[in-house]
Structures are given as C-alpha cells and as structure tokens.
C-alpha cells in the first residue's frame, strides 16, 4: 500500500519557478528521510535534495544550491521541492525517495521539461 505521487512537473522558461510535490501513503512519512532524484536522458540519477526526519536537514547537489528548496509538510505527508531560476540543464525526469533504515521506496517521476 506504499506509494509515492509526484505532481507539479511540466515545461517552463528559462528563469522560471515551478514547485514539485510529492505526496506519501502507506507509511509513517514523518520518520522517513526524503528527497528528490532526477535523471536525464544518457545521465545517471542523481541525488537533487534531501530533508532528514528528525532534526529536517537538508542537503542539495551542488549544481541546484541557492536555486532549488525541499521542504517538507509532516501533517499532509507531502515533500515538496521548489525550483526557481530553472536553467535547460534542469529538464529531466525528478522522482520521490523515502528512505527509513532498510525501507526505501520511489515515485514514477514526473517530467520536468526547461525549453525556450
């Protein structure tokens, strides 16, 4: 019954914003660390931002840092990654990641798309 619901992905400018959300089921979402992935075509995944359970650290590639912020809503069981100042390089698919000790769980991905 586990399942992870990204939303919010679509094609924007360069410059723009869009707000990625990712909705949790299924689990005790407030004890799972959180992130966002993303992968583009001929690329590896790679690790975009992390939010902790406790204590909600974060943590961002370095490449998105001061453009990009995770946060997370513990009673709507949602994480939700903000992209301001979107570059071409940013397209790719972006995916949902629980992880809490040896359970980890994804998302289908939802595609982001930065295009002139």
């Known amino acids: 019954q586990v399942q992870l619901v990204e939303s919010g992905g679509g094609l924007v400018q360069p410059g723009g914003s869009l707000r990625l959300s990712c909705a949790a089921s299924?689990?005790?979402?407030?004890?799972?660390?959180m992130s966002w992935y993303r992968q583009a075509p001929g690329k590896e995944r790679e690790l975009v931002a992390i939010?902790?359970?406790?204590?909600?650290?974060?943590n961002y590639a370095d490449s998105v840092k001061g453009r990009f912020t995770i946060s997370r809503d513990n009673a709507k069981n949602t994480v939700y990654l903000q992209m301001n100042k979107l570059k071409p390089e940013d397209t790719a698919v972006y995916y949902c990641?629980?992880?809490?000790?040896?359970?980890?769980?994804w998302g289908q991905g939802t595609q982001v798309t930065v295009s002139s």
């Open positions: 939010i902790t359970s406790v204590g909600g650290s974060t």
């Open positions: 299924g689990l005790t979402f407030s004890r799972y660390a």
């Open positions: 990641h629980g992880l809490r000790g040896t359970y980890e769980y």
